[in-house]
Each structure stands twice: as structure tokens, then as C-alpha cells.
């Protein structure tokens, strides 16, 4: 039997360099060169994979995700919404990765092809400008602010500083922009594999936080860089040698592996992430006295718990498509949010990252399909989330630049328990046995998943 959504998979990592070398692929294609997601050359071969496998998708619920994706992408010319960002700026992690990671003797070449990306990059915002979908002045402000110092962004930061900065919005959500709001429920239902309405998400959210407070802890944040990373790499251990055991069937030979994100990075990064690319859990040694130790240990098993997922499906010989391909990211920070829930003396109601959780479905919704004002938004997380107000305005600007994928946590976390309880009370097996038979076909959507743990 064909595997049309093999094929399709593999065909996808011959047009998209970037892709592939995130993959693992180390060949000329991934490491030479950088795919221009905005020029005409990519999206013609994009709209021929599109039509290629389209007559299979009825078949296959995950190929048919996916393309669903490429359909409304090109339907609602996305690309122009989201053309700059400020929050996990994609110029600074290139310049970062083609710095430190890529191999130096293509680096002649993979400019080149940033170089072109930088021109269509340009192009694109004249023709936004023209259709009024810009991106907000406050994104854009910070943008400059990341890229001002680095000479091979000059050209850019000239014609965004002059040109385009003056006519960026002064609003800042999804909502206000031409078909924003029927953008963001498609967004919600591809980041949740899922359909949930923004109302139900919203209500879900000021639900969850009417019992819950954050406690007042006194003298709990670190003093230095060096002492959070050191508890970063205590608590690590703990997650491998405690949680692991006690959960799952399957242990990494190793330790998890974390590093610091790099300084370049810092202001643009989330306090904590895992690069499957490079296999390593990123600490933010930036946010050091934002952190608490009392909450540390939920965002250390979180980005583990990346870590795991990844090393078990490599453990059990899943294939690369369904490791890299399949993408249901409510399932993948469901279930690091998830696994939260078994750290010693968890409090569902004063964890102050399930709070964050619990906030993002408010904040996220209110700013991009309700119009919140940046200052509503603020003043909402700080009234759950106090003295963390640097950590919050870079959350704010996630949801501003990412719309929806903060979603994905809180509402795959409560599908997966869901299914948790279900698997345990028809009595189908172990807490391990549920946690393996989640994790062994990759990333599924939830409609996949529940039919392979209830066969």
C-alpha cells in the first residue's frame, strides 16, 4: 500500500532547505542553501505539491491537515500578515545558525539566497502596505531594535525604518486586519488539529483562572545567571532519573542535554525551548530573576519532556516523516505541559507556568478575535502574573507574532487526560502503557490518536 503522505513529506524537504536541514539532512541542498518562502520559485513548486497530492487527502487525516494549511495560505496570502516579527525573529536565528551551526564553506552561498529572501521580504511589504495589512508598530519598533547592529541586515533596516515603520498599525490584533478573524479560527484549527471556537477558548481561560492565584513567595527568584543554570541542570536530572522512571518503559542512555541560548538570541527568545535540529534544551539565562524557583521545576520538565518525545520516537525507529512531518502541536506541548502535572508538590491552581497557560487562552483570543488593546492585555497578565512585567511583554508579543500557538498548551494537556482517564478506566493498561501508546506514532492529530489508543 502507498504511503502518499511518505511521499508527500519527502517531496516537501526537496523544495524547503531550511526543512531539511532541520530534519538532520547534512547534504548540499540543506546546508548550502536558504529556500526564499516568499519568492515566486518556491511557491510555484509549493502549488504543484499542493495539486499533486491532493486527490489523496481524503484518505489521510494528516495529509489532508496539511495541505488544508497550503490551501488557505495561499487563499489569504498569509505570508503578508506575518512578513516580521520580533518574537523568535527568523533573521537573528539565521544569522545565529549560519554563525555557529552551518558549515562555513557554503556560507557564500546560503547568503546569497538570504540575500534574495531579504529582497522578496522588501517586496512583500510594498504590497501589503498597498493592501493595508501591515504588522504592528510595536513589532516592527522591536524588529529594528534586534536587527539595527548587524551589517548584512542594513538594506532592510534602512527601508523598514523609513518606509514601512511610519505606516505600520497602531493596533495590534489579527482582528483588525482584512479576513483576521476568519484567519484566526483557521489558525486555532491548525495549531490545535482541532476545531475549537475563539469564544469557547476564551470562556475555557477565564474559567480555569477563577480559582487560581499565584502564591506570594518571598526571595525566590536567583541572584545570578550561573545559579539558575545550575538549577536548571539539577532539576533536569531529577526529571531523568525520577519521572522517567516512574512513567515511562522506555530511558534515554543520557542525560537530557541543556545549554544557554545564545546572547545575540536573548531578547527575542522565550525563557525556555528544545531544538530537535540540534537536540539540546535552551535555558534564557536573560529572564534569570524573573524565574522562581518554586515554578522552575514545570518549565525544566517541559522542555525534557521535548527532549523525550523526540529520543523515544528515534528509540523506536519511528520514521523521519513521522517524526519531522507529522506536527500536531497541541499533542507535542500538551503533552510537556501534561507531564507538569507528576512534579513533585504541583499545584494545578498556583503553578505560576499553568497559570501562564491558563492566561495565554484569555490574552491571546482577547487580543487577536476580541481587539484587545496592548494595555488591557498587560494589565490582565500582570494582575494573575505580577513581577514578571518584563516576561510578560514578550509573551504579549508571541501572541502578536505567533497568533494561536500559545493555545496549544492548556488545550492539549486537557485532551490528553482525557484520553488518560478513559485509557485507565476501561483498564487497557499502565500509566507507562498509555504514556508509550501516545508517544509511538509521532505527533498525530488528537481524531488519529484517540483511534489508535482505543482499537
Known amino acids: 500500500m502507498v504511503n502518499y503522505y511518505k511521499n508527500y513529506y519527502e517531496d516537501n524537504l526537496k523544495i524547503d532547505s531550511q526543512f531539511s536541514f532541520f530534519t538532520g539532512k547534512r547534504d548540499k541542498h540543506a546546508v548550502a542553501h536558504y529556500t526564499n518562502k516568499l519568492g515566486n520559485e518556491y511557491n510555484k513548486k509549493l502549488k504543484k505539491l499542493y495539486l499533486k497530492y491532493l486527490k489523496y487527502a481524503s484518505n489521510d487525516i494528516e495529509l489532508k491537515l496539511d495541505l488544508e494549511s497550503i490551501k488557505k495560505g495561499f487563499q489569504y496570502n498569509l505570508n503578508l500578515y506575518f512578513i516580521i516579527g520580533s518574537f523568535e525573529n527568523e533573521l537573528m536565528y539565521f544569522y545565529n545558525k549560519n554563525k555557529n551551526v552551518y558549515p562555513k564553506k557554503y556560507e557564500k552561498s546560503r547568503m546569497n539566497d538570504f540575500n534574495k529572501y531579504i529582497n522578496s521580504i522588501i517586496e512583500k511589504i510594498k504590497e501589503g502596505v498597498k493592501l493595508k495589512i501591515t504588522v504592528p508598530y510595536i513589532i516592527c519598533k522591536k524588529f529594528l531594535e534586534q536587527i539595527e547592529k548587524i551589517n548584512k541586515f542594513k538594506k532592510l533596516y534602512l527601508f523598514v525604518k523609513k518606509f514601512y515603520l511610519p505606516k505600520c498599525r497602531k493596533t495590534i490584533g489579527l482582528c483588525h486586519l482584512k479576513n483576521g478573524k476568519t484567519i484566526y479560527r483557521f489558525l486555532i484549527n491548525k495549531m490545535l488539529g482541532m476545531k475549537k471556537s475563539p469564544k469557547f477558548i476564551h470562556n475555557l481561560g477565564l474559567k480555569l483562572l477563577k480559582n487560581s492565584k499565584l ?230 492529530s488528537f481524531i488519529n490518536l484517540e483511534k489508535q489508543l482505543f482499537l
Open 215 to 444: 502564591k506570594k513567595i518571598n526571595n525566590d527568584n536567583y541572584k545570578s545567571r550561573e545559579d539558575f543554570f545550575e538549577d536548571c541542570n539539577r532539576i533536569s536530572m531529577y526529571v531523568y532519573d525520577v519521572l522517567i522512571d516512574k512513567y515511562f518503559h522506555y530511558k534515554p542512555k543520557t542525560p537530557f542535554q541543556i545549554k544557554t541560548v545564545p546572547e545575540s538570541l536573548e531578547k527575542s527568545s522565550s525563557l525556555a525551548y528544545y531544538d530537535p535540529s540540534e537536540n539540546n534544551v535552551y535555558i534564557n539565562l536573560y529572564y534569570y530573576n524573573v524565574a522562581t524557583k518554586s515554578s522552575i521545576h514545570s518549565l525544566l520538565t517541559h522542555e525534557c519532556m521535548h527532549q523525550y518525545q523526540y529520543l523515544f520516537m528515534k528509540e523506536y525507529k519511528l520514521e523521519q516523516y513521522q517524526i519531522f512531518g507529522y506536527n500536531n502541536l497541541a499533542l507535542i506541548e500538551g503533552f510537556a505541559h501534561y507531564m507538569e502535572i507528576y512534579v513533585d508538590n504541583y499545584d494545578d491552581d498556583s503553578n505560576e507556568y499553568t497559570l501562564l497557560r491558563k492566561v495565554r487562552l484569555v490574552v491571546d483570543t482577547g487580543i487577536n478575535y476580541y481587539g484587545w488593546t496592548y494595555k488591557k492585555a498587560l494589565n490582565f497578565m500582570n494582575k494573575y502574573l505580577p513581577k514578571r512585567e518584563k516576561d510578560n511583554i514578550n509573551e504579549i508579543n508571541r501572541y502578536i507574532c505567533i497568533p494561536t500557538q500559545a493555545l496549544c498548551y492548556t488545550i492539549g494537556k486537557y485532551e490528553i487526560i482525557k484520553l488518560r482517564d478513559k485509557f485507565l478506566a476501561q483498564k487497557r493498561g499502565t500509566i507507562k502503557d498509555f504514556h508509550h501508546k501516545l508517544l509511538i506514532n509521532g505527533a498525530i
